[in-house]
């Protein structure tokens, strides 16, 4: 996500990047072992380099998984510091859940008496 802030549209050169590295040289995990050392050393968090490596590499859905639920954690706790402040109305409850309803069919035509 270095690219994030100059440029943070959905598709940016360092998705390009990815896309391109991915589909040729099935190297891609690279560019997300990249990524995930920045963030971090921007927000000092633990990070192990071969660990790192090891997750971008065997598993890198995991591992894009793993980064968006960090950085999801990380806003949370700056909630309303710098970044974004939810609308109070705006906020999913759980509902409860709808009783079952068999489904309404409509009745077959009667036939006429004579």
């Known amino acids: 996500m270095r ?6 549209s959905a598709v940016n050169g360092w998705c390009l990047g990815w896309c391109a590295l991915t589909t040729c040289c099935g190297v891609g995990w690279i560019l997300q072992m990249l990524d995930r050392e920045a963030m971090a050393e921007k927000h000092d968090l633990k990070y192990s380099a071969c660990g790192g490596c090891l997750t971008a590499f065997c598993c890198s859905c995991c591992e894009s998984i793993q980064t968006s639920k960090e950085l999801d954690y990380i806003q949370l706790q700056h ?6 402040t939810p609308n109070e109305k705006m906020e999913a409850i759980p509902q409860a859940p709808l009783a079952h309803q068999p489904p309404q069919h ?9």
């Open 3 to 8: 690219n994030a802030e100059a440029d943070p």
């Open 79 to 84: 909630r309303g510091e710098n970044g974004y």
């Open 106 to 114: 409509p009745q077959p035509p009667q036939p006429l008496k004579q």
